[in-house]
Structures are given as structure tokens and as C-alpha cells.
């Protein structure tokens, strides 16, 4: 058996610097998109009105690859159980209870209010951003017209009907991934 000397690392002072990339480029593997090129979507939900609601919107925001979910109000409680995510997502996904969703707008995201109201875009002919906070409102209820003017876009779900806040979210979100690459930025992004 050989026998095994002391590990010998390299002290900090002699390492390479790092290069000068905000993003260390050279130290991740060949073809990995930039963070600044890649898309993403997040979930604003407007005085959401029950944990069944939030839970069913985590399940679709887990199914879908949303970043982060935020939401507003009094209503819901932070602490209640999550009957309907059954797939367990808020341990992955954020959930994140705020004052106003103006406030935490990501960088380069886009706010697009769903809601059913005069003016809105059909979902069909809409082309998504590549980065987007989508919000929608409560279940039993619409959003503010603040809240619709602060955002870029309005969209709707053309319906005879109206859907419940998770059929809804679950409908956005499957028609951005089903457009793939039909942003706005196209193929640029990944």
C-alpha cells in the first residue's frame, strides 16, 4: 500500500484571476446559453382567493418550468396546506407573498395581464415575450385597471365561458411552450 503525502492545493493568491466576463463564460461547458439569453416566465396572482387556487397554479408553474410565482393580498394564507399541489412544486418553485406586484418586476420581463376584458389580444394571435410576468387575477374576481395599464400587454382566453384561475394559468402557459421558439426575440433565445 502507498502510503499518501499531504494534499497539496494551490493558494489563493496564485490561482488564475477569473476572465472578465460578467458571466465566467469559459467555465461553463460549450453551447450553455447566457442567462441575459435565456427565456423565462413568472406568475403575478392578484389577491388569490384560496390555497386550492395557489396550489393548482404551483402545479401548472412546476409542469411548465415557471421561475417563480408571486402573489398579492390577504386572502391566502402563506401557511395553508397545499391540497391541489400534489406534485409537491413550492418546495422547488418560490412562492413569494408581496405588497404590489409592480414591485418585483424581474429584469427584462415583460408584464402581460390576462384578463376578459374589452381591448385584450386572443391568446392565439399573441406572441409571447421571451421573458414574462404573466398576472392574473382572482378567481372571483378582476384585475385593477391599474394594474391592467401597467402592464405591456392584456391577453385573453377566447371562451364561451369563463375558466377558473388554474385552468387559465395552465392555458398561457402551455401556449407559450407550444409556440416553442415563436417569441419575440426568436431562435436568439433559447
Known amino acids: 500500500m502507498l502510503a499518501k503525502g499531504p494534499v497539496q492545493t494551490p493558494q489563493i493568491d496564485k490561482l488564475p484571476p477569473l476572465p472578465q466576463s460578467p458571466y465566467n463564460r469559459p467555465l461553463f461547458p460549450e453551447g450553455t446559453p447566457l442567462v441575459a439569453d435565456k427565456r423565462y416566465s413568472c406568475i ?3 389577491n388569490p382567493k384560496s390555497p386550492e387556487n395557489v396550489g393548482s397554479v404551483m402545479r401548472a408553474a412546476g409542469c411548465y418550468g415557471v421561475a417563480s410565482v408571486f402573489y398579492t393580498g390577504k386572502r391566502y394564507e402563506r401557511a395553508a396546506d397545499f391540497v391541489t399541489d400534489t406534485k409537491r412544486v413550492h418546495y422547488d418553485i418560490p412562492l ?4 404590489d406586484l409592480k414591485k418585483i418586476l424581474p429584469l427584462n420581463c415583460v408584464p402581460v395581464a390576462v384578463e376578459l376584458v374589452d381591448g385584450a389580444r386572443p391568446l392565439p394571435e ?4 421571451d421573458r414574462a410576468l404573466y398576472i ?7 384585475l385593477d385597471k391599474e394594474i391592467r395599464d401597467w402592464c405591456e400587454d392584456v391577453v385573453y382566453i377566447p371562451t364561451t365561458g369563463c375558466m377558473n384561475l388554474a385552468a ?6 402551455y401556449d407559450r411552450m407550444a409556440k416553442g421558439l415563436n417569441t419575440r ?3 436568439k433565445f433559447r
Open 168 to 173: 387559465t394559468v395552465n392555458v398561457v402557459l
Open 136 to 142: 392574473f387575477g382572482p378567481e372571483d374576481g378582476s
Open 96 to 99: 413569494i407573498g408581496i405588497d
Open 185 to 187: 426575440s426568436g431562435p
Open 126 to 129: 399573441y406572441t409571447h415575450p
Open 44 to 46: 403575478g396572482l392578484y
